[in-house]
């Protein structure tokens, strides 16, 4: 069985601050970690995903996210947050076995002037 | 490059009635899925296919859904005999295959509103 933690419904955050998004999991097998991005009354849109190798992942629009295989966690970051970075924000998981993507139940980020 | 594309966007529909979700994957894209997202419930996974292996419907949660896809292509999900649980956003997402490194490309969904 795989699961999603995101234990923050939300995060608030002033613009041009650092920002962190958490998330722990847990997989039988080897992590295949995801961060998924959701604007309103639209689809969930991919920033960047862990596979193997480097701990820190780079993706889109200047997030990363840090592997840290001990603690169970894949924490979404951006050193200086924008208002438009404003959304909804899922991690998700899968092991190698699972055809599906297990989701956590999402964190509010709310990026203010 | 075209993204998934799903219709309708909304669907406003009486209890009881029968509808229609239709996804349209990226081409070339093996691998379907459809999800659900629910205040509720968050994201569910409802089914998955891939090529003309059997799909998985170890998400579907009861004998009144039901999807198909034609010709490795399009997606049908049908919910028969619609409840007012079932409302929700119906989200549908593809693969370039099912190895789990390959990223899910998400369609902007479709609103399902059952009165």
């Known amino acids: 069985a795989q699961s999603v933690a995101q234990p923050e419904d939300q995060v608030n955050v002033a613009e041009g601050n650092p920002l962190t998004v958490k998330c722990t999991y847990s997989?039988?097998?080897?992590?295949?970690l995801f961060w998924y991005v959701q604007y309103p009354n639209r689809g969930l849109q991919f920033l960047l995903k862990y596979i193997t190798g480097d701990n820190l992942v780079k993706g889109s629009y200047g997030f990363e996210a840090e592997f840290n295989k001990s603690q169970t966690s894949f924490h979404l970051k951006k050193p200086s947050a924008l208002v438009s970075d404003s959304a909804l924000y899922f991690c998700a998981v899968r092991d190698g076995t699972a055809s599906k993507l297990t989701f956590g139940t999402g964190t509010r980020l709310q990026v203010t002037l | 490059g075209a993204g998934v594309s799903q219709s309708p966007s909304n669907k406003v529909t009486e209890k009881g009635k029968d509808v229609e979700l239709r996804c349209d994957p990226i081409?070339?894209?093996?691998?379907l899925y459809w999800y659900r997202q629910s205040l509720g419930q968050g994201l569910e996974f409802l089914i998955y296919?891939?090529?003309?292996?059997?799909?998985?419907k170890s998400g579907l949660p009861s004998d009144r859904f039901s999807a198909e896809r034609t010709g490795g292509s399009v997606s049908t999900l049908t919910i028969q005999r619609t409840q007012q649980e079932d409302s929700a956003v119906y989200l549908c997402?593809?693969?370039?295959?099912?190895?789990?490194?390959?990223?899910?490309?998400f369609g902007p969904g479709t609103r399902l509103t059952v009165l």
């Open positions: 296919f891939q090529g003309n292996s059997a799909p998985d």
């Open positions: 997402a593809s693969s370039l295959s099912r190895g789990p490194t390959d990223t899910q490309y």
């Open positions: 997989v039988s097998g080897n992590p295949y």
């Open positions: 081409s070339g894209h093996t691998a």
